[in-house]
């Protein structure tokens, strides 16, 4: 008996017993890309499974090659070796014009989810360095630039040796993921190591470094939280191109900022904490108001109260 596979977007087919899920599309007026023939020897028929993945054929000899080679996960297809044999399909053609041609083909991203994008809970790292805009001021553009790279030099060790990535970097400060290898638990103890780790390691820079030779030292505001994000490559041939966004971003980012008004070097989300087998001394808890965040949130203070007086901003009223 026929069945039918619904094509997200496009339409809803039938597929006649026999046919792959490639000729039934054809069939039906698809434009699917089969740059071989449908023979299982590219990947330009694949599509997403979004439902029904239990009522396909198992994957053949040939995609298990491809697979093997390319990193797909187990609901990425190749629709001329899948056949249907129960109702409840739901794909997605996954190169639909020349643009995702070349994005899926030409890519040098050899990681399918990446480029795909996945959902996945991860520990979000937000620092910024404090009190740099008196060192500009007062310094030589090369001191400046020497200094930025020595700070951020610290900075990527310790996160890099935790097994952190950092995502983006802007002026005086920098956003970095923890837990593409790891589960959330690991994840958030990686990302508060780090960031003990740089409080440590700026203390002995300051000591043995910028009070000697620059009669100045630096301070930074650190922030993490933990939440289910949105991770993909972007494939913009910037950095790395990838790519974590998501509203526990935003919150980890507001966790940074706050440390001004907490006057404390490192703030972290109660749930991060909470997370921790091994939790460090807080200084304090309570609950405070992010700009753009509806509700309070319940943060651990567990750095130090900043040595030097910061300035006071005004708050936004917007």
């Known amino acids: 008996m026929p069945y039918q596979v619904n094509f997200k977007g496009e339409k809803v087919v039938p597929v006649e017993e026999g046919q792959t899920i490639l000729q039934a599309s054809l069939a039906a007026g698809i434009p699917h890309y089969h740059a071989c023939g449908g023979k299982g020897q590219c990947t330009t028929c694949r599509v997403l499974v979004l439902q029904g993945q239990e009522q396909l054929t198992p994957p ?29 399909v739901e794909v997605q053609r996954l190169i639909r014009d020349e643009t995702d041609r070349y994005i899926f083909i030409n890519g040098s991203d050899d990681s399918t989810t990446r480029v795909m994008g996945e959902r996945r809970k991860m520990a979000l790292f937000f620092i910024d360095i404090r009190n740099f805009t008196p060192f500009i001021e007062a310094s030589l553009p090369f001191d400046v630039i020497h200094i930025m790279r020595r700070i951020f030099a610290i900075f990527r060790n310790a996160i ?15 956003y970095a993921v923890f ?45 993490v939280h933990v939440g289910k994000v949105i991770v993909g490559n972007v494939g913009i ?5 990838l790519t974590v966004m998501g509203y526990p971003v935003n919150i980890a980012a507001r966790l940074q900022a706050a440390t001004r008004e907490l006057n404390n070097s490192f703030v972290i989300s109660d749930l991060a904490y909470r997370l921790l087998r091994n939790q460090p001394y807080s200084l304090g808890c309570g609950h405070i108001n992010l700009k753009g965040v509806s509700t309070a949130y319940e943060v651990q203070l567990i750095g130090k109260p900043y040595e030097t007086e910061l300035p006071t901003i005004a708050p936004d009223a917007t």
């Open 237 to 241: 041939g910037l950095s790395n191109n």
């Open 60 to 88: 053949t000899s040939y995609e298990r090659v491809i697979k093997n080679v390319k990193k797909f996960p187990d609901n990425v297809r190749l629709a001329c070796q899948s056949n249907i044999k129960g109702e409840g």
């Open 160 to 174: 890099t040796q935790y097994d952190g990535v950092i995502i983006e970097t802007a002026g005086d400060g920098l």
């Open 179 to 223: 837990g593409l290898n790891s589960k959330i638990k690991q994840a958030a103890e990686s990302a508060v190591l780090a960031g003990l780790k740089i409080l440590a390691d700026l203390r002995i820079f300051n000591n043995t470094y910028m009070r000697p030779y620059f009669n100045h030292t630096f301070e930074v505001g650190i922030g």
